[in-house]
C-alpha cells in the first residue's frame, strides 16, 4: 500500500508577533531509510521547483518504499507573497541588496532574528533538523543554463549530482561560504553523514514544462539513489558537462561569443542548454552604426552555457533583459563537454 502525504505546517512567529504557517508534505514509507527533504522557492521569484515538488510527490505517494520525504514546495512564503527574490526588496533591486533577507544565508534560521531567519529557523525544526538528504531547488536566469550546484568534498552531494541527469554541474570545492550567513546546502554538505544539492531551474519568474520535467527526473534519480524508490535511475541523453574544480581547463574549454560592435541581438531560436555544433547560426545583430545584419556562429562545438544579450540585474528588471548590445557585451557562451 503506498503511503499517502501528510500536510503539515511549519510555524515561525515574527517580529510583530504575526505568525506564518508554511505548509509542507511528509511521507513516510515505515521502512528504514534516508530521509530525504526537496524545498523550492526561497527566493520568491524562483517557483519552477514548486511544481516540481507537486509533481515529486505523487511521485513518492506511487512508489516510496524506504525512508521518508519531506517537501517543502513554498520555503519562503513571505517572499513569494511579495512576488520578489527577498521580503526586502523593492523594483529592480538586486538579490543583494538583501538587508539580511536572503533566506538561503539564514540556515539553520534564528528564533529571535529577523523575520525571514524565524521562518527558515520554523522550518529548520519541522523538517530539516530530520533530514539527512536535501535538495534545494532555485532558479537563476534564463540567459544561463540550468545546472546543479555540487560539493566536491562531499560523497553524498557528488553522488546526487551524478544521478541528477542535469547537464551542468558546477563544481564548489568546499570551506568557502561567501557573502555571510549558510546555505541550507552547505550546512548540510560540511555534515559527511548528510549530503545536499543545489539545482539552479533556469529561468525565474516563470514555470515551464521542460525544466519541471528535469527538476523532477532529478528529484526521481536521487530517490532512486537512496534505494527510496525502485528503479534505476534515468540516465541523462549525452554527457554531463562538469566545470569549477579546473580553472585552466574550464577556461579552455569555454568558447565565448562577444559583440564586435552595438545593435540589437536577436536569437535565432535556441535556449541555454541546447547542444549546438560549431559554425551553427546562434542569431545576428543589427548594427547600430549602419542597420546591416552581423550573424553570429557557435565558436565550438558543445552545449550552450549563456545565451542572449543580457546585463547585471536581468533577474530582478527588465532592462537588465533588453537584447540591446554594447561593443563587448557577452551574447552566448558554449561549454565543450
Ligand atoms: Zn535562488
Redesign the pocket.
Known sequence: MAPAATLDHAVATLTDGSEVRTPFWHIDSGRAGESFMVLAA??GN?VQGCEVIRRFREVCEQGLRAGEVFLVPFANLPALRHRR?HISLGPEQS?SDDAGHNM?RTWPGDPEGNDTARVSHSIYEAVARHCSRCLDL???SRFTATATLARSDNEHSTAMARASAIRFISWRPGGGNTGGGTTIGAHFNNDPARGAI?I?LAP?WVIRPKEVAEGLRAATNCAKLFGMLDGDPEPLDGPYVEFGLDAEGDEARLHKLEAPCAGLFVEAGLQTSDRVEADQVLGHLIREEDLATVEFHAPAAGYLWNYGCFREHSDVGLPGQHPWADAGDLLASVRES
Do not use: C, L, P, V
Request: charged share 15%; hydrophobic share 10%.
Open positions: 526561497q527566493h524562483e527574490s538579490y538561503n532555485h532558479s537563476w543545489t539552479e525565474q
